[in-house]
T-cell receptor
């Protein structure tokens, strides 16, 4: 079945460590996104990628890094520079129609809950 | 700067009741608006997508409306069921392509 797979479901990070969250999709979508969700707040965009080997910063990119070497994969690294990384992280993808606009549904993974210990 | 607000933050209703969830946005220059459902600890599931040129969309017991000029959208749920209990999020895609702004959601609890 087509979909988006995030792993792991739960992740624990020690202070000062870098950790990488995985996101894989087999929907043949061009665009992929990473969001952070904190309790009582809406989703906030960390990074997005419209095409392979290209990605752009979202609203809260500081302390995070991404890569897009393959169409199917968009891993997110939470670096030690991110001072408050405990949150629920969601990956999404969508088809890219024509130019720069995405005028269709976005599909989300099941999320990774990251906790700093 | 686009801001999306959802009211109420939480809602508890008895089974069978019809209900309305509200979403308001500050910038009417949008391309589309989407309603999502999120179960606890899970990802988001798209419920309805309304293009900027549309006034409403329907799927089963769900009906979403859009009034761009007033910056409002409503999600109407008919004959609510305990299985409808979840958080409902509204998201607006504005100018700039991939800028989608989410509301904080309305947590719905339907009592059996």
């Amino acid at each position: 079945d087509g979909g988006i797979t995030q792993s792991p479901k739960y992740l624990f990070r020690k202070e000062g460590q870098n950790v990488t969250l995985s996101c894989e999709q087999n929907l043949n979508h061009d665009a992929m996104y990473w969001y952070r969700q904190d309790p009582g707040q809406g989703l906030r965009l960390i990074y997005y990628s419209q095409i392979v080997n290209d990605f752009q910063k979202g609203d809260i990119a500081e302390g995070y890094s991404v890569s897009r070497e393959k169409k199917e994969s968009f891993p997110l690294t939470v670096t030690s520079a991110q001072k408050n990384p405990t949150a629920f992280y969601l990956c999404a993808s969508s088809p890219r129609q024509g130019g720069t606009l995405m005028n269709t549904e976005a599909f989300f993974g099941q999320g990774t809950r990251l906790t700093v210990v | 700067k686009q801001e999306v607000t959802q009211i109420p933050a939480a809602l508890s209703v008895p089974e069978g009741e019809n209900l309305v969830l509200n979403c308001s946005f500050t910038d009417s220059a949008i391309y589309n608006l989407q309603w999502f459902r999120q179960d606890p600890g899970k990802g988001l599931t798209s419920l309805l997508l309304i293009q900027s040129s549309q006034r409403e969309q329907t799927s089963g017991r769900l009906n979403a409306s859009l009034d761009k000029s007033s910056g409002r959208s409503t999600l109407y749920i008919a004959a609510s069921q305990p299985g409808d209990s979840a958080t409902y999020l509204c998201a607006v895609m504005g100018t700039g392509g991939f800028k989608t702004i989410f509301g904080a959601g309305t947590r719905l609890f339907v009592k059996a």
